[in-house]
């Protein structure tokens, strides 16, 4: 298993990813108003180009073998490595590759010096939760954050030791 990093002109496909995943995933958590504000607003491509091109983020398909498997964003905030995406095609959920893809993103926050990786996750997104925990994260805050249009994110900021 590998992370593919993206260049800016292919974020038209992470993009085609991440609206999959969260029509597939989310509807259990979220309304289908909320999902797709949510993809519109931070994992459509022109969201994901101003990250890439504003805040630094780097986007990377999780690979195994040649099937793309999932997806993860990350970048460097307050000298913490932010894993700020990290999804799984419903059909490779439950099969080890968010483990690796935690792992090698790791290993990545190392290489570069980083002390920590954090990431937000919403409160009832058990699965994550439990798989993020299960990977060294620890809760260190519970927030809601406003995002617009009457909807917020209620999540846990979860950080773990590189």
Same mark, same amino acid.
């Given at each position: 298993?590998?992370?593919?990093?993206?260049?800016?002109?292919?974020?038209?496909?992470?993009?085609?990813?991440?609206?999959?995943?969260?029509?597939?995933?989310?509807?259990?958590?979220?309304?289908?108003?909320?999902?797709?504000?949510?993809?519109?607003?931070?994992?459509?491509?022109?969201?994901?180009?101003?990250?890439?091109?504003?805040?630094?983020?780097?986007?990377?398909?999780?690979?195994? $073998?040649?099937? =793309?498997?999932?997806?993860?964003? %990350? *970048?460097?905030?307050?000298?913490?490595?932010?894993?700020?995406?990290? #999804? +799984?095609?419903?059909?490779?959920?439950?099969? $080890?590759?968010? =483990?690796?893809?935690?792992?090698? %993103? *790791?290993?990545?926050?190392?290489?570069?010096?980083?002390?920590?990786? #954090? +990431?937000?996750?919403?409160?009832?997104?058990?699965?994550?939760? =439990?798989?993020?925990?299960?990977?060294?994260?620890?809760?260190?805050?519970?927030?809601?954050?406003?995002?617009?249009?009457?909807?917020?994110?209620?999540?846990?900021?979860?950080?773990?030791?590189?």
């Amino acid at each position: 298993m590998r992370l593919d990093f993206v260049d800016i002109d292919s974020l038209s496909e992470v993009a085609e990813m991440a609206d999959k995943v969260w029509h597939e995933y989310f509807p259990c958590i979220l309304t289908e108003q909320q999902i797709d504000y949510m993809v519109d607003r931070f994992q459509s491509e022109h969201a994901m180009r101003e990250q890439v091109m504003d805040k630094g983020y780097r986007y990377a398909f999780i690979v195994d $073998g040649d099937v =793309r498997v999932g997806y993860t964003g %990350i *970048s460097v905030s307050d000298d913490k490595l932010f894993i700020s995406k990290l #999804y +799984l095609l419903k059909e490779n959920r439950g099969k $080890g590759y968010g =483990r690796a893809a935690l792992d090698m %993103i *790791s290993d990545i926050g190392r290489e570069e010096g980083l002390r920590t990786a #954090y +990431l937000t996750v919403n409160k009832h997104n058990d699965r994550a939760i =439990r798989t993020y925990l299960a990977n060294g994260f620890k809760t260190i805050q519970s927030i809601v954050t406003n995002i617009g249009e009457g909807f917020v994110m209620d999540d846990f900021v979860m950080e773990k030791v590189l």
